[in-house]
């Protein structure tokens, strides 16, 4: 659909660090994509990947994407139907992004919005405080960051 933007997101469980990519679609070759984009971005910043936890979309459910957890070594586990508070961090980091990125702000047109992305992660990760991780922002978790100590 044109104009349609889809944001894939990864965030680490414990950090709350987050990985997100705009694509034009939801389909199963984006979503491994992007998770083989993230393990390698994570990786880099010294978090090994050991499970993903997705919800029950399609591109989710497919062959690619269990062949793409396994070749990964990474256990794929599912969101319980109806229940979304076992996704909320995810859920929450969307509403963040919602309501202090992708609308409130005015963009000239949507690839606009799609370069400032990059910028407003970073203000996500490194300097907005999380009530749930004692008001510092998710960086701050990830205390063996490649490069960190020498």
């Given amino acids: 659909m044109p104009g349609t933007a889809f944001v894939h997101t990864v965030i680490d469980d414990h950090s ?3 990985y997100a990519e705009i694509h034009d679609d939801e389909t199963a070759a984006t979503a491994v994509t992007v998770l083989r984009n993230a393990v390698a ?3 880099e910043r010294g978090v090994s ?8 979309g399609s591109c989710y459910r497919s062959h690619a994407w269990r062949d793409a957890c396994t070749q990964l070594g990474i256990t794929a586990k599912k969101t319980r ?10 859920e929450r980091f969307h509403r963040t992004m919602t309501q202090g990125r992708a609308f409130k702000k005015m963009y000239s047109s949507e690839s606009a919005r799609r370069r400032a992305l990059p910028a407003w992660l970073h203000e996500y990760n490194h300097h907005r405080p999380h009530t749930a991780i004692g008001k510092q922002p ?13």
């Fill in 16 to 18: 709350r660090v987050a």
């Fill in 41 to 43: 971005w994570f990786a």
């Fill in 49 to 56: 990947t050991q499970r993903v936890l997705s919800d029950n």
């Fill in 81 to 90: 139907a109806y229940r979304p508070q076992t996704n909320g961090k995810i």
């Fill in 138 to 150: 998710p960086i701050t978790r990830l205390t063996n960051l490649p490069g960190q100590y020498t």
